[in-house]
C-alpha cells in the first residue's frame, strides 16, 4: 500500500515502488523543504508578500480552501467589473457636463423628488452655483432631470458596488473561510472604496466654490479630478490583482503535486529583470491614465486637433505660457503642455509595451 503525504514534507513508500519516481518524490521534497516558510508566516494574518507559492497553495488544501479560494476569485471579478462599469460611468457624466447638477452630498443618498415641486426645489438649488450661472442659464427643468439622474445613478452605482462587496466580505469573515494572507488586503481595499465616494465629493465641491479657474469656467479643480480617477484606477487594479492570485492558487491546489512541482519551478523562473519590467511598464500605464484625467480637468483635448503634430510642430511654439506662475503649474494647467504630456507618455507607453511584449516571447 503507497501513501504520499507531499505538503508535511513526510513520504512513506512499500518496497515496490519504482525507483525513478521515488527520485521524483523526494526532489519535491527538497524543493518545498527549501522554500517552506516559517510557522509563523502561515498564520492567519500572514501577507501575501511573505508567503512562497508553496506555503499559499499548502493553505488552502490544509484548509479545504480551493473552493473558497475560486469562489472569492469570482466574487472579486465581479466587483473589478463593477468599479470598470463606474469609470465608464463617471466619463459619460464628464462629458454630458452631469457631474455638479447635485449640489448636496449624503453619505447613504437620497431618492429622486417625486413631485413637480420637488424637482424645482432642486432646481433652484443648482441655479445658485456657477455652472448655471455661466454656462447653463438656458437649461429647461426636463434637461435639468436628465443630468441630474445622470450624476444621480454615478452615486448609487458606488454605493451598489460598495454593498456587493461589503456584505460577501462579511460573510465570510463570519464563516471563517477567509484565506488569512488576503485579509488586510480586503480590508484595506473596503476602506479605499469607501475613501473613493468622499474624494468624489472633494472634487464636486470644488466646482461649486465660484472660484475662478482654467480659463473662467466652473469646472471642477484637475487635481482633484485626477486623484478621483487615478484612485478608481487603482481600485480596479487591485480588485483584479487578487482575483488572478485567487484564482491561480485554486488551480493549483488542484493540480497533481507532480504538475505543482513543475509550477513552482516555472514561477521562480521567472527573471527578476522581466518581473521589474512589468511593473515599470503598469507604473507607466497608470502616470498616462493619470495625465489623462489633467486633459479632461484642462479641456486640453480641444486644442489641437492634429497627429502626430501640434500646429504643424512636434513641439509647439505655446508649449509654456510664461504668465503662469511658478512655471511648474504649466504642466498641469495649461492646455497646450497637458496634451503634449498626454501625447507624449502615451506613445512611450505603447512602444514600452510592445518591448515588453517581445522580450517575453
Not at 16 to 38: C, D, F, G, Y
Not at 182 to 206: D, H, N, T, Y
Request: glycine share 10%.
Amino acid at each position: 500500500m503507497q501513501f504520499i503525504n507531499m505538503w508535511s514534507g513526510r513520504i512513506l513508500v512499500s518496497r515496490t515502488m519504482p525507483r525513478a519516481r521515488l527520485r521524483v518524490m523526494q526532489m519535491h521534497r527538497r524543493i518545498t523543504s527549501l522554500h517552506k516558510p516559517p510557522r509563523r508566516l502561515a498564520s492567519r494574518w500572514c501577507s501575501v508578500g511573505k508567503m512562497t507559492s508553496e506555503a499559499i497553495v499548502e493553505e488552502a488544501i490544509s484548509k479545504d480552501g480551493a473552493m473558497w479560494e475560486r469562489r472569492i476569485a469570482y466574487w472579486l471579478y465581479g466587483c473589478a467589473g463593477m468599479v470598470f462599469g463606474m469609470v465608464a460611468l463617471g466619463g459619460i457624466t464628464r462629458l454630458t457636463g452631469s457631474g455638479l447638477s447635485m449640489v448636496e452630498w449624503k453619505p447613504a443618498g437620497i431618492l429622486p423628488p417625486l413631485t413637480t415641486e420637488g424637482w424645482e426645489m432642486e432646481f433652484q438649488k443648482y441655479k445658485q452655483f456657477p455652472e448655471y450661472q455661466k454656462l447653463n442659464e438656458d437649461l429647461s427643468l426636463s434637461e435639468f432631470k436628465w443630468i441630474w439622474y445622470m450624476e444621480w445613478g454615478h452615486r448609487m452605482a458606488g454605493r451598489v458596488t460598495g454593498m456587493v462587496f461589503a456584505l460577501p466580505l462579511v460573510y465570510m469573515v463570519g464563516r471563517g473561510v477567509m484565506p488569512g494572507r488576503l485579509a488586510p488586503r480586503l480590508a484595506g481595499l473596503f476602506a479605499l472604496g469607501g475613501c473613493q465616494g468622499l474624494i468624489g465629493w472633494w472634487m464636486v465641491k470644488s466646482g461649486l466654490d465660484g472660484k475662478e479657474r482654467f480659463g473662467g469656467e466652473g469646472r471642477v479643480s484637475p487635481y482633484r479630478l485626477a486623484t478621483h480617477l487615478s484612485m478608481a484606477f487603482i481600485l480596479y487594479t487591485a480588485l483584479l490583482n487578487t482575483a488572478f492570485g485567487s484564482h491561480t492558487i485554486s488551480k493549483v491546489a488542484m493540480m497533481a503535486p507532480l504538475a505543482q512541482v513543475d509550477f513552482h519551478r516555472a514561477l521562480r523562473a521567472v527573471p527578476a529583470s522581466f518581473r521589474g519590467s512589468a511593473i515599470g511598464v503598469t507604473a507607466l500605464v497608470g502616470l498616462t491614465a493619470f495625465s489623462g484625467a489633467f486633459v479632461a480637468g484642462n479641456h486640453a483635448g480641444m486644442v489641437y486637433d492634429e497627429f502626430p503634430t501640434m500646429g504643424g510642430q512636434l513641439i509647439p511654439d505655446d508649449l509654456i505660457n510664461p504668465y503662469l506662475k511658478p512655471a511648474w503649474r504649466n504642466v498641469f494647467e495649461h492646455d497646450t503642455m497637458v496634451q503634449w504630456n498626454h501625447r507624449v507618455l502615451a506613445m512611450t507607453t505603447l512602444g514600452c509595451v510592445s518591448g515588453l511584449w517581445v522580450a517575453s516571447r
